[in-house]
C-alpha cells in the first residue's frame, strides 16, 4: 500500500516534536528545587527554630534577638498575619506580622500587659466604639491621647493548626502612630489589654535554623 509521502513527513514531525515535549518536561522534573537565599528571608517566612534580631530593639539599644518557639496564625479579612513567639533575656517576646499592600510589623518585646480598670473604660464604651467606627473616638492613658483606629473579630490558629478560636480586638494609635494600645476579649475571659510597637521591616533579619 503506497503512503503519500506528505503523511509520511507529517508522522516524522509529530514524531519528533512529541519526543522534544517529553525531554522538555522530563528535564522540568529533574531540575533542582530553587535555592532559598538565606542572607535575605522574609519574616513573614520565618520557622519555628529560626532566630529573628530586631536591630537596635535590646536593652541599651543592642540588637534584640530571641528563637522562635512557636508561630502563630490571625485570621481577619483575606489576608492572614503571623505571630512570632520566642523568650528574650527570660521574658517573652511577641512579634506579628501582616502583609497587605505593604508588610507591616509590630511587636511586643516586654511582654507586659496593662490592667483594664487603669485605661478607664467600660465595657459600653468599647460597644459605642465598635458601632461608630469612629477615628475622632478615643482614650487618654499614660498621660497621653490614644486614638481609635479599629475593631473587628480575629480568629486564631496556635501553631496555625486546628479550627482556631475566635476574639474580639479594639486597636487605638498613638499620637505618633508608632504604638498600638490593644484590648482584647476572649471568650469566658475579662478584658484585655497590651500595647505593641511598630517596628520597621528593615530591622528584622531571620536566620535560618
Same mark, same amino acid.
Given at each position: 500500500?503506497?503512503?503519500?509521502? =506528505?503523511?509520511?513527513?507529517?508522522? $516524522?514531525?509529530? !514524531?519528533?516534536?512529541?519526543?522534544?515535549?517529553?525531554?522538555?518536561?522530563?528535564?522540568?522534573?529533574?531540575?533542582?528545587?530553587?535555592?532559598?537565599?538565606?542572607? #535575605?528571608?522574609?519574616?513573614?517566612?520565618?520557622?519555628?527554630?529560626?532566630?529573628?534580631?530586631?536591630?537596635?530593639?535590646? &536593652?541599651?539599644?543592642?540588637?534584640?534577638?530571641? =528563637?522562635?518557639?512557636?508561630? #502563630?496564625?490571625?485570621?481577619?479579612?483575606?489576608?492572614?498575619? !503571623?505571630?512570632?513567639?520566642?523568650?528574650? @533575656?527570660?521574658?517573652?517576646?511577641?512579634?506579628?506580622?501582616?502583609?497587605?499592600?505593604?508588610?507591616?510589623? =509590630?511587636? #511586643?518585646?516586654?511582654?507586659? &500587659?496593662?490592667?483594664?480598670?487603669?485605661?478607664?473604660?467600660?465595657? %459600653?464604651?468599647?460597644?459605642? +466604639?465598635?458601632? &461608630?467606627? #469612629?477615628?475622632?473616638?478615643?482614650?487618654?492613658?499614660?498621660?497621653?491621647?490614644?486614638?481609635?483606629?479599629?475593631?473587628?473579630?480575629?480568629?486564631? +490558629? @496556635?501553631?496555625? /493548626?486546628?479550627?482556631?478560636?475566635?476574639?474580639?480586638?479594639? /486597636?487605638?494609635?498613638?499620637?505618633?502612630?508608632? @504604638?498600638?494600645?490593644?484590648?482584647?476579649?476572649?471568650?469566658?475571659?475579662? !478584658? %484585655?489589654?497590651?500595647?505593641?510597637? @511598630? $517596628?520597621?521591616?528593615?530591622?528584622?533579619?531571620?536566620?535560618?535554623?
Amino acid at each position: 500500500m503506497w503512503i503519500p509521502v =506528505t503523511v509520511v513527513l507529517l508522522g $516524522i514531525a509529530l !514524531f519528533f516534536l512529541l519526543f522534544l515535549i517529553f525531554k522538555k518536561k522530563k528535564s522540568q522534573d529533574l531540575a533542582p528545587p530553587p535555592v532559598e537565599d538565606l542572607a #535575605n528571608i522574609r519574616i513573614t517566612d520565618a520557622r519555628v527554630g529560626d532566630v529573628i534580631s530586631i536591630h537596635g530593639a535590646g &536593652e541599651d539599644y543592642d540588637d534584640l534577638q530571641f =528563637t522562635v518557639d512557636s508561630r #502563630n496564625r490571625y485570621q481577619y479579612g483575606d489576608e492572614p498575619s !503571623f505571630e512570632l513567639v520566642g523568650k528574650y @533575656r527570660g521574658r517573652k517576646v511577641f512579634v506579628e506580622c501582616y502583609e497587605d499592600d505593604e508588610l507591616e510589623v =509590630t511587636a #511586643n518585646l516586654d511582654g507586659s &500587659e496593662i490592667r483594664f480598670q487603669d485605661l478607664n473604660l467600660v465595657e %459600653q464604651d468599647l460597644i459605642r +466604639f465598635d458601632e &461608630e467606627q #469612629n477615628p475622632a473616638n478615643g482614650i487618654d492613658f499614660g498621660g497621653e491621647h490614644w486614638s481609635f483606629e479599629e475593631s473587628h473579630e480575629i480568629g486564631f +490558629f @496556635r501553631d496555625g /493548626q486546628g479550627d482556631g478560636e475566635g476574639f474580639y480586638s479594639w /486597636q487605638f494609635v498613638s499620637d505618633d502612630g508608632r @504604638r498600638q494600645l490593644c484590648v482584647e476579649k476572649w471568650e469566658g475571659e475579662g !478584658f %484585655q489589654a497590651l500595647i505593641v510597637q @511598630r $517596628i520597621d521591616p528593615d530591622d528584622c533579619r531571620v536566620f535560618r535554623a
